[in-house]
């Protein structure tokens, strides 16, 4: 045994996994044995307190005071996961502690953020003090207007801060300049959380009173961090963490309901990947489609069947969604494979003349899928003069500055590394197409990236995959951007039996010597139509423990495959 090999072991035992364990950590930067232990036992005390956090005092004070002086709090969250879950959980804690709230949700026609119709309507509503959740950062004429009406504001969002800051009464935004927070990759939903604990605490002090403790948020806190791909290390490790096992009680009626309509079985354990792949893409789905109110009203609900008839109309939405965003991916793909200069590109750009805006962002992810590049795909108006869009990352791409490199094409553009909007002149298409390939290959000289940072984790034998294995693996979840889900490489296995599931996916089963397990390659059948019984692949897989109805069984999940002779 290598001296390498001693020292993992070693390592291993101490912390109470298996050596996989540890070298995956340690491919991810978590090196010395105290991080490791914090990463696989976080604690709720590990969480740094918000002292420093700019905008914090102004808002603790406005909220006592609307508190105290029984004031209508109107609160406007954006129509995404994020903004959602904020407003969810800014509107029903201050609810439980008395507060007289009203709650509005964005709609995409009506532009991003908070435009002043929006600010209207909310003082027509009788809000005499409004929050804005996951946006606001940058809607300086209707947070004028407001100010014009004496109506103050307080900011929660995590966007990046233009040049000058909006006029509000408070902004929560750790990367607004002359914030100490030290941690910034806080998604809206977790800035609430903070503002929610930091309340309790001050009315607290003053009062003695027995409050609710917003540590019973946190099933929506891991959901906007979830599905706002902001980097799981770090706070919000331990807030997702904590949020998930708040999920697996169920006590919320709304996501009790959702979970049903997602086909998440009551006994199903639960983790990230529930949240981002079948919670989140409902949650999305009104709001892609029009007004976000469904999503809203469904985690704002109080009994069953409230959720219940709330999450029926979700899904009717999600159902739409979905349709649509196959469309889009199709046609994406197609006018991509058709463009000889599209293996050349390290960043894709794809326009649609007939696509939905709102579902741009979700098909992007497809191209990224299909592709693993950064992608930003368009959709084009014509009759508005405007093509608006969304791109999501590969690897370790930060698709955010891409688009500030960009900005000269740009009538506007904003979001985080892991995906951002635009919108655009549409004769600006061509110039943008090259300028964001040019940028991207940009970043990979910089970094010295030929592909994403952790590709993959090594070979791994099929035979090598048992319980134990995959215990371990799940004892460092969750994963997601910032800390890779473990992906490992089969150099050659061979196809037993092959069927394509709802004209997408891959359902499979492939053996390595006298070792087989079934598999599933999402949305993987349109590039490889020809594949066949007894063909030999070489794949990126990940595996883990599926649940179906209560069994469990092992299962291999393949990102990525070729044939095994063109390895």
């Known amino acids: 045994m290598s001296p390498e090999a001693g020292e993992l072991r070693d390592r291993a035992a101490a912390l109470g996994v298996g050596p996989q364990a540890v070298a995956l950590m340690l491919r991810r930067g978590v090196a010395s044995p105290e991080a490791q232990a914090r990463l696989l036992r976080p604690r709720m005390s590990d969480l740094r307190a918000p002292h420093g956090m700019a905008g914090f005092d102004a808002a603790i004070d406005l909220?006592?005071?609307?508190?105290?002086?029984?004031?209508?709090?109107?609160?406007?969250?954006?129509?995404?996961?994020?903004?959602?879950?904020?407003?969810?959980?800014?509107?029903?804690?201050?609810?439980?502690?008395?507060?007289?709230?009203?709650?509005?949700?964005?709609?995409?026609?009506?532009?991003?953020?908070?435009?002043?119709?929006?600010?209207?309507?909310?003082?027509?509503?009788?809000?005499?003090?409004?929050?804005?959740?996951?946006?606001?950062?940058?809607?300086?004429?209707?947070?004028?207007?407001?100010?014009?009406?004496?109506?103050?504001?307080?900011?929660?969002?995590?966007?990046?801060?233009?040049?000058?800051?909006?006029?509000?009464?408070?902004?929560?935004?750790?990367?607004?300049?002359?914030?100490?927070?030290?941690?910034?990759?806080?998604?809206?939903?977790?800035?609430?959380?903070?503002?929610?604990?930091?309340?309790?605490?001050?009315?607290?002090?003053?009062?003695?009173?027995?409050?609710?403790?917003?540590?019973?948020?946190?099933?929506?806190?891991?959901?906007?961090?979830?599905?706002?791909?902001?980097?799981?290390?770090?706070?919000?490790?331990?807030?997702?963490?904590?949020?998930?096992?708040?999920?697996?009680?169920?006590?919320?009626?709304?996501?009790?309901?959702?979970?049903?309509?997602?086909?998440?079985?009551?006994?199903?354990?639960?983790?990230?990947?529930?949240?981002?792949?079948?919670?989140?893409?409902?949650?999305?789905?009104?709001?892609?489609?029009?007004?976000?109110?469904?999503?809203?009203l469904l985690l704002r609900a109080r009994s069953s069947a409230e959720a219940r008839a709330m999450a029926e109309r979700v899904e009717h939405f999600n159902i739409h969604r979905r349709e649509h965003q196959d469309a889009i991916v199709r046609e994406a793909l197609a006018l991509l494979a058709a463009d000889p200069r599209t293996p050349q590109r390290q960043g894709i750009v794809v326009a649609g003349e007939s696509w939905l805006h709102g579902i741009v962002g979700i098909a992007a992810a497809g191209v990224v899928a299909q592709y693993r590049r950064p992608a930003l795909v368009l959709a084009v108006d014509r009759a508005r003069g405007e093509a608006r869009g969304s791109a999501r990352t590969a690897g370790d791409i930060d698709v955010h500055a891409a688009l500030r490199a960009c900005a000269p094409y740009l009538r506007r553009f904003g979001g985080h590394r892991a995906a951002a909007g635009v919108s655009l002149d549409p004769a600006q298409i061509p110039a943008l197409i090259e300028a964001f390939d040019a940028a991207v290959a940009d970043q990979i000289r910089e970094r010295q990236l030929g592909e994403p940072a952790v590709e993959h984790d090594g070979p791994l034998p099929l035979e090598a995959i048992d319980e134990p294995l995959l215990v371990d693996l799940e004892q460092l979840a969750p994963y997601g951007v910032g800390f890779a889900p473990p992906r490992f490489l089969c150099e050659d296995a061979v196809v037993e039996r092959v069927r394509v599931l709802k004209g997408r996916h891959l359902s499979m089963a492939l053996r390595q010597g006298r070792t087989g397990f079934e598999a599933i390659a999402f949305g993987q059948a349109a590039a490889h139509p020809g594949i066949a019984p007894g063909d030999r692949v070489a794949f990126l897989f990940v595996p883990l423990r599926s649940s179906f109805r209560g069994r469990v069984r092992l299962q291999l999940m393949v990102e990525t495959m070729w044939p095994a002779r063109g390895f």
């Open 63 to 296: 909220l006592q005071t609307a508190q105290q002086k029984r004031l209508r709090i109107g609160v406007f969250g954006d129509y995404d996961v994020d903004g959602v879950t904020t407003t969810a959980i800014l509107t029903t804690y201050l609810e439980a502690l008395g507060i007289d709230v009203v709650a509005r949700a964005a709609s995409r026609e009506g532009g991003y953020g908070l435009q002043v119709a929006d600010a209207r309507a909310l003082r027509e509503a009788g809000a005499q003090v409004v929050l804005t959740g996951d946006c606001g950062t940058s809607d300086h004429e209707a947070l004028a207007w407001l100010q014009g009406q004496g109506i103050p504001t307080a900011v929660i969002d995590h966007h990046q801060v233009p040049e000058r800051m909006p006029p509000a009464s408070a902004l929560l935004n750790p990367h607004q300049p002359g914030c100490a927070f030290p941690f910034k990759g806080l998604c809206s939903a977790g800035v609430a959380f903070y503002l929610c604990a930091s309340l309790r605490s001050a009315i607290a002090r003053k009062t003695g009173a027995a409050l609710p403790d917003p540590k019973a948020w946190l099933d929506l806190v891991a959901l906007g961090t979830i599905c706002d791909m902001v980097p799981l290390v770090d706070e919000n490790r331990i807030l997702v963490r904590y949020g998930l096992s708040v999920i697996a009680s169920r006590r919320r009626p709304g996501l009790r309901a959702l979970l049903e309509f997602a086909g998440v079985g009551e006994d199903d354990p639960i983790d990230e990947t529930h949240l981002g792949f079948r919670l989140g893409p409902r949650l999305n789905a009104p709001g892609r489609l029009g007004p976000a109110e469904p999503s809203l």
